[in-house]
């Protein structure tokens, strides 16, 4: 882990430190002890050596010199008196300190054992929280994906990088100015301000949140910035109804506010020139909900799809969730010419950029970044959406007039699988087979959606749309287990 600004727990270091100097200033007095008794042996050598001699001497001259004897006496009681010390030290002494010291070293890891088993469970329940409730964060601005963002101390506003249960502390960690941050998101990890570790951007709720990723793919002028803008219009009044509680979020990097005013008096938004993902951002959650949705449409500019180096740029495919591919049925030659002998094809402004070219570039890039081959599926869901229903004659080949005409005539369990069925026909019949079958070989799940974002062509009036929030809560729901809206489908996904 990298060197954090906060101090080391005191059972990963000072427990350690505090048993060693006990230990240690244990045996050092044992050691002055050994020492002193030893003093007391030389001195009795000492006085043996300076007087023993004439002591004995005189005893066999009869010419007794008393000093001389009482010293030796004295050198002999000193001698048998530091050997007596040293004995006892070596022995009584120093067993009762190797004693008390392992009872220290047992008491000491007991507790230790204790609070490491403690680290490890509130570590994993930290981790098993994180991972079961799939809390993450994507970076609006440089598209990172990431599990924890960097917490700033409150007090000093210093930077914390992996601010989890760790040797810098179990519940809380003391900061290097003291104050105390928590460790998890059960006792307030989520309150702190937070950045992203790679740029350092903003993150919301401080990490605490299921982030969910989803791609709005499609060529130029097919009409993905006019879908997200009124899809997201259109979840925040539908919310209500589906017991969800919706919020917009705004960052710095979007326009939704903007363009959905503008839709609203009947002008249409600039089209998309950003070649990065713009992320625009809402909370959908259950109501009451603890742990909130923040659901992200990113949108990028159709011309990022005829150039592979810009589209490969895009490292938030990487981390997407699932993808919404926005389809121009005017984009399909063969329709738009059968279109054009009752209504002008340029009137709906139409995209010139072939369905399977921006399909394969979308491929590509994902086979590139998850290092998969071309024989290998993609583990993610698509909701193809097509566009500017509100065009002549699209209703009766695949939208409500063909849906409901089919199942007067055919037994099915779900309108989304009728959907499925005509937009499948429809994409047979006008040449775009390929484009099909690539979609089905390539990822887990496909459900087609038809939609109008503006209801009419531009005159002044309001745009009114239809359809568009189906396919994103389609797709929300499929990814955020705390939803479910499978009465909505009639099936569950």
Known sequence: MQKQPAYVNYFFKGGYVDLWRTVKSTFTYVKYNIIDAAHDIANAWF???????????????????????????????????????????????????????????????????????????????????????????????????????????????????????SRYGIWKRKCLCGCKLPTTFFNGRGKLEARCPSCGTDVKDGGNHVDVCIPVVGGRSSGKTCFISQAITAIGECAPSLNLEYEYSATDYDDYEQNAQGMEQGYLPDATSDLRLKYYQFYLSPENAKLKNLISLCDVAGEVYSNKDNLGGQIGYKYANAFLMVVDPLSVERFRREMSKSADPVDYGYSNDRLDEVLSMLISTLENMFCITSKDMLKTTVAVVFSKCDAPGIDSLIGKEAVDKYIRSNEVKSRYDVQNIVCEQFLKSYGEANFLNTLKSKFKSV??????????????????????????????????ASINLKDRWGKKL
């Open 47 to 165: 006085y043996l050596a300076l007087y023993f001699g004439s002591a004995i001497g005189g005893i066999f001259t009869f010419s007794y010199d008393w000093e001389a004897i009482g010293q030796t006496f004295k050198g002999l009681w000193k001698l048998a008196y530091g050997i007596g010390k040293l004995i006892c030290i070596l022995v009584l002494t120093t067993s009762i300190c190797i004693m008390f010291s392992l009872l220290h070293v047992v008491v000491l890891a007991v507790i230790m054992l204790i609070a490491y088993l403690l680290f490890l469970i509130w570590l994993g329940i930290d981790a098993l929280y994180r991972g079961i409730k799939k809390i993450s964060s994507n970076c609006p601005n440089c598209q990172e994906h990431f599990s924890l963002p960097v917490y700033i101390c409150p007090d000093c506003g210093e930077e914390h990088t992996h601010l989890y249960p």
């Open 447 to 480: 459900q087609f959606f038809t939609s109008s974002a503006l209801g009419h062509n531009q005159d002044g009036t309001p745009f009114v749309s239809d359809g568009v929030e189906d396919p994103v809560l389609w797709l929300i729901d499929s990814a955020c």
